[in-house]
């Protein structure tokens, strides 16, 4: 189906959330040498899009809630005090897969060593976006470290923001040049790598100096800066969303005065539909409609193929919400109900 008929549904939607709470201009600022479009809602930034391809992957960095919170790590790029230092591979919000064609997409950053370069992909934007309204789209290349194109990518984000909301719609076609395989693992496909805050609390050993130096170490001391939670349409919470199930995933929790909310919604015509969450505790957001097999612990697979010229489209909305009060279920039924 083409892409842009497909964005009719978020037009739709965002006609109706419109009803409720009036909509904030959305605008862009092209900073074409840097390779970045800032995406500002009511006057200010709510994220940027960065497609240089040192970065390995476009990805939306940061994120901002409409109080002007950042819900997405600092780290690699702008390290935050606190801020975990593992995956370095996740930034923002992204879009890829862990095995394609036996290249590891996922993986690929600054950190792999050249050597080991070959066996990762690349995903390399194709000239400049384009911006239209509140709409930004781009074309991409999926390639290995010879250039050779394995898959081309077609992807516009619709921005839309009330007072308290901002709402991203993505949709993705990915056309395959040649023989592709998706290998059934649990590294994909939308991911989102949350601040520090919207982390679930876990026990951990602490460590404290005195003024003589002298190290004291607690054990199982709580994150004092995490206290994140999930909750997917199915009902399942905290680390128990992980590996399972649902229309929508919903991670919230308290930064500053605000109650905040990061929801991903699956939509009926993906792959897949209700997707797997690998929703982690330490920050990775992700909705990956592949990862069967590892999810269901081996009972069945996926292993999804495409013939050359093959076509496939997913279509997410991604949600960041401030307020007194986090969405309710309710609430993300409704903008269920309406993302179809």
Not at 199 to 210: S, T
Not at 251 to 266: E, H, P, Q
Not at 291 to 297: K, P, Q
Request: glycine share 10%; charged share 20%; net charge positive.
């Amino acid at each position: 189906m083409n892409i842009l008929y497909q964005l009719v549904g978020g037009i739709l939607l965002s006609m109706s959330i419109a009803t409720v709470s009036a909509q904030e201009k959305v605008e862009f600022i092209k900073k074409k040498n840097e390779k970045k479009i800032e995406v500002n809602i009511g006057g200010h930034l709510f994220t940027s899009f960065l497609y240089p391809d040192t970065l390995e992957k476009p990805v939306l960095y940061p994120v901002n809630t409409a109080a002007g919170t950042m819900v997405t790590r600092g780290f690699p790029l702008v390290p935050t005090p606190g801020d975990p230092t593992d995956h370095p591979h996740h930034i923002g919000i992204w879009f890829n897969y862990e095995s394609v064609n036996g290249l590891d997409f996922w993986n690929n950053s600054y950190a792999i060593p050249p050597a080991r370069k070959p066996k990762y992909g690349w995903i390399k934007t194709q000239g400049d976006p384009s911006t239209k309204g509140d709409m930004l789209s781009y074309r991409a290349n999926w390639t290995n470290q010879a250039n050779d194109v394995l898959l081309e990518e077609t992807t516009t984000f619709k921005f839309s923001g009330t007072k308290g909301t901002r709402i991203i719609i993505r949709t993705t076609e990915l056309k395959a040049k040649t023989a592709i395989s998706f290998k059934d693992v649990k590294d994909g496909m939308l991911g989102f790598r949350v601040a520090h805050a919207l982390q679930i609390p876990e026990l951990k050993d602490k460590e404290y100096k005195d003024e003589h130096g002298v190290v004291t170490i607690v054990k199982g001391a709580v994150d004092s800066i995490a206290n994140g939670n999930y909750l997917t349409s199915a009902g399942a919470t905290g680390n128990d969303a992980w590996g399972t199930r649902a229309g929508w995933c919903k991670l919230y929790g308290k930064m500053g005065k605000d109650s905040v909310t990061v929801a991903i919604l699956d939509h009926p015509k993906n792959i897949n539909y209700p997707t797997w969450w690998h929703a982690r505790g330490y920050g990775l957001f992700a909705a990956n409609p592949l990862g069967e097999n590892v999810f269901t612990n081996g009972k069945s697979s996926t292993n999804f193929s495409m013939k050359p010229g093959d076509r496939i489209t997913f279509r997410y909305m991604i949600i960041v919400q401030n307020g007194s009060n986090t969405l309710s279920a309710s609430e993300l039924n409704a903008y269920a109900d309406s993302f179809k």
